[in-house]
């Protein structure tokens, strides 16, 4: 199975649609903003008391009156440094609550718009790499928005404020320090750009090794019986060996830029250092002023650092979210139409009329296929293995579109009414059924969500559950494994069937429904099915036709096409595919199943 690639997603829409859900939270994101934007202006005032506490050291020798300036001098460094400190305290205790929202939105979102998209695009995609993504797009979230808010703008504001004050004391000094800001950012940009498609590829090649890894360990039990343990390692160290070897060209990069960023600090340094050492010489600056310009400088490389170190969290997190935002973007292959009315259900008729259906042009599964099956009507399809007939259930549950015609319930296209409508009134048995990794009483309620406890014992019972279960320590609070591996498949294909009793839709499809059973429990199984069939329009696709004898009509398909139907005893008195298939199974392999 191969991922599919949508193209791919700029910076902006993900910004947009984070900016869009943190919105949501208009006043806690005003607070929010508000003080992280204030902190740093209040920071900047601090330093300036700094100069003045210097200058009056530095004016003559101690003295009351120099004692008392110097305590006012104290106190006010004190207060703009607590007021800053407050700003940045509140400022966290509001973001911590707008992340954490915001970020559950998003999972909650996410989650909702991946869930509706096709049967098809979950077939292409691995369900371990869609997990990943799921948890990637919301982290992402508390890097951007940490990365902006506490990086990006107090130091862009910080820097900036800095090199303003600097103007105003020395026009020279703040050029000097503003036009390095503005360079040393630039170049951080530019590199930033630059870096994107390295981090890019890594960020795929990190979602491939997820996908490989879950595929793996996923299929274990294959793996182990056909001794693939080695090729599977192979498998897995081949793709972790590209991720290696472009995690190590992004780190080469990375070690490069920091060096730069380590060289231009010294310059700034320097120059700023020699610059004022004229400046004092010529009597223009004061001691004050140094410690001044050392104090916003020293805070200025620590923030200016640091927002090299956030950019690559912050596009490494654009990366991550935009793996996500790509399927956000990506329109559901199958939707409701606007306008589209729940299916109400009247007799439960099921028509086919002139049905062309293909996954590609050049192999087309059903070409002009039309079938009417009445209310009530129990109908079986038959036919070799790539006939058509799961394609037509599958058709009837809406998980495909066709390409032309139409598929009608009581005279109303399915095309035209609610997805959720139309499966609500379908119960579907599957041949290989999947449980959830929870307890018994949950995965049988899924057929009705509001059904009481004794109501799902009910079904248990005729779907011969309940016997087996009641043998478990926990009984119905027993939790069945990942995909329901700590049932065998009898049990699984049993609670399946009593989830599809529970449900009692009008409408029931049953997919090779006794297909994991022994004989005995087969035996079993047809009586509950039998109850279950009753007043419901049938649709049965069966490989062993021993399970399909009592069907009001049997439909024969090859290549997508009825080729005969009728009964199963007007079907053994000709000659033809269905006599074959019977003679096959009678003569050889199940003549124990009939």
Known sequence: MSETRPKRIPVRAILRVQATQTLQHPWLAAIVFFTAAAAPMVELIAPLYLRQFFNVLASGTPSPQTGEALVDIIGMFALFSLLAWGLFRIMLFCLTRLELQVMRELVSTSFYYLIRHSYSFFNNNFAGSLTHKVNKFHRAYEVVIDTILMTFMPTLLFVGGAAVILFIHNQTLGLILGGWAIGIVLFQLYVAKKRHPLRTERADQE????????????????????????????????????????????????????????????????????????????????????????????????????????????????????????????????????????????????????????????????????????????????????????????????????????????????????????????????????????????????????????????????????????????????????????????????????????????????????????????????????????????????????????????LVLENGKIVSEGTHSELLAETGLYKKLWSIQAGGFIQDEV
């Not at 916003?296 to 490389?301: K, M, N, Q, V």
């Not at 079938?371 to 129990?378: F, M, T």
Request: proline share 2%; with cysteine; net charge negative.
């Open 207 to 554: 979602t491939k090794l997820t996908g490989t890894l879950a595929d793996s360990i996923g299929n274990h039990l294959t793996s182990v019986l056909f001794s693939g343990s080695k090729h599977e390692h192979e498998r897995v160290d081949a793709v972790a060996r590209v991720w290696e070897k472009l995690t190590k060209r992004y780190w080469d990069v990375e070690e490069l830029v920091w060096g730069a960023l380590g060289l231009l600090m010294v310059a700034i340094n320097i120059a700023l250092l020699w610059v004022a050492m004229v400046f004092w010489l010529r009597g223009e600056l004061t001691i004050g002023d140094f410690v001044l310009i050392q104090s916003y400088l020293l805070s200025a490389f620590g923030r200016l650092i640091g927002m090299n170190r956030e950019l690559r969290k912050f596009f490494d997190a654009f990366a991550d979210a935009g793996e996500m935002v790509t399927i956000l973007k990506t329109p559901h292959e199958i939707a409701d139409v606007a306008g589209a009315r729940p299916l109400a259900i009247q007799n439960g008729t099921i028509d086919f009329k002139n049905v062309e259906f293909f996954f590609h042009k050049d192999a087309g599964l059903l070409n002009d296929f039309s079938l009417s099956i009445k209310g009530g009507e129990r109908v079986a399809l038959v036919g070799p293995s790539g006939a058509g007939k799961s394609t037509i259930t599958k058709l009837l549950l809406r998980l495909y579109e066709v390409n032309s015609g139409t598929i009608e319930i009581d005279g109303q296209n399915i095309a035209k009414v609610t997805q959720d409508s139309l499966r609500e009134a379908i119960g579907f048995v599957p041949q290989e059924p999947i449980l959830f990794h929870r307890t018994l009483m949950e995965n049988i309620r899924y057929g009705r969500r509001g059904a009481t406890d004794e109501e799902v014992i009910e079904a248990a019972k005729q779907a011969h559950c309940h016997e087996f279960i009641s043998t478990l320590p926990e009984g119905y609070n027993t939790y069945v494994g990942e995909r329901g591996v700590k049932l065998s498949g009898g049990e699984r294909q049993r609670v399946a069937i009593a989830r599809a009793i529970l449900k009692n839709a009008p409408i029931l499809i049953l997919d090779e429904a006794t297909s994991s059973l022994d004989s005995e429990s087969e035996a079993l199984i047809q009586d509950a099915l039998v109850t279950l069939m009753e007043g419901k329009t049938v649709l049965v696709i069966a490989h062993r036709l021993s399970t399909i004898m009592k069907m009001d009509r049997i």
